[in-house]
């Protein structure tokens, strides 16, 4: 499975790409938008990680682009949501969509991305 990685914080890459190489998926991380936008349009993710603040970062960008919508095919396992997170605006819940709250911990994560 090929998974995108939208998290500014770059020390957590590596503890997440070690679960993901563990579960041996491919994996792009992403801490910049205009990457993540390009990985969405053209890598053809089979899942997305998004640390919910890295997205809030960019939101004009991505809702002026209309991400949301390209999003809504893609299952999303969310983290360091706020309470009451549902999902972002311009997308529709995909079915498979995971919400983590904030400090959930690597352990929950790396079990939401199955």
């Known amino acids: 499975m090929k998974v995108v990685v939208l998290d500014q914080v770059v020390e957590r890459h590596r503890p997440l790409m070690t679960i993901l190489a563990e579960k041996r998926h491919t994996h792009v991380f992403c801490a910049q938008t205009a990457k993540f936008m390009e990985e969405v349009d053209f890598g053809a993710p089979d899942r997305v990680l998004m640390d919910v603040p890295s997205w809030r970062h960019g939101a004009h960008i991505y809702k002026y682009f209309e991400l949301g919508r390209k999003l809504e095919e893609i299952p999303i396992v969310f983290y360091n949501a706020p ?4 999902s972002i605006r ?3 819940r995909h079915e498979l969509d995971r ?3 904030e400090n ?3 352990e929950l994560l790396a079990e939401a991305i199955d």
């Open 83 to 86: 309470v009451g997170f549902v």
């Open 104 to 106: 959930s911990g690597m």
């Open 90 to 92: 311009g997308r529709r």
């Open 99 to 101: 919400v983590l709250p």
